[in-house]
């Protein structure tokens, strides 16, 4: 087994960085996106011209804010899904 593995994960736990999003889920995203974010808004912020997510790290932190608004306690992988979703369905940021 590698042992860079063990060390980068560490990391990456200690930096507070999020995992790539290839295990993130969209679908699972789409589901919190459409339970919850739709209370305050629709689909029409993550369109318009002067949208503010310029950037992926960007959309994560504007999930998370969006999260503590509404109070919701999601769960990081929580997180992770619904910036998946919108990445994948509004942004699509590499």
């Known amino acids: 087994m590698n042992r860079f593995i063990p060390a980068i994960l560490l ?4 930096l507070g960085t999020s995992l790539p999003l290839a295990a993130a889920d969209p679908v ?5 996106h459409d339970a919850n974010c739709v ?12 949208r503010r997510i310029q950037s992926m790290e960007a959309l994560h932190a504007q999930v998370a804010r969006c999260e503590l608004t509404l109070d919701l306690q999601w769960f990081d992988e929580d997180r992770e ?5 919108l990445n994948e369905a509004f942004y699509g940021f590499q």
Do not use: E, F, I, M
């Open 28 to 32: 699972k995203g789409k589901q919190l």
């Open 81 to 85: 899904n619904v910036a998946a979703y």
């Open 11 to 14: 990391s990456s736990l200690l």
């Open 39 to 50: 209370r305050c808004h629709d689909s029409g912020v993550y369109t318009r011209a002067d």
